[in-house]
């Protein structure tokens, strides 16, 4: 298997994983870095390098917000971490290879 193909066999296990867990929908190759999708009402970015997922909402807020805004940022927050330890606990799975630092370290990779 070459370092393409396994790559992209890794980010569609990773695909498949944030759709059953998460009900994930709308996945789309934006800017090729990275796809966008949708979590009920919250949008995301999956980055194709190190598989980190980045929830929009998730931003840092001042005063002034209605808390329904804070909420939603705190809903964000959650989700945010809840799949990346997911993907990251997926990874490290018997027999799948590695975390995103153990990737790193792989000969494929260098």
Do not use: C, Q, W
């Not at 949708?38 to 390098?49: A, K, P, Q, T």
């Amino acid at each position: 298997m070459t370092k393409t193909e396994y790559k992209k066999a890794i980010t569609k296990e990773i695909i498949e994983l944030l759709e059953s867990k998460f009900n994930a929908t709308n996945f789309d190759n934006d800017a090729g870095s990275y796809f966008t999708f949708s979590i009920g009402h919250f949008e995301g970015s999956l980055m194709r390098r190190d598989f980190e997922v980045m929830m929009h909402d998730n931003i840092k807020m001042g005063p002034g917000f209605t808390d329904e805004e804070y909420d939603i940022r705190d809903a964000a927050i959650v989700l945010e971490d809840t799949i990346n330890k997911t993907i990251g606990n997926y990874l490290d799975m018997p027999g799948f290879e590695g975390t995103n630092n153990a990737l790193k370290g792989l000969t494929i990779y260098n």
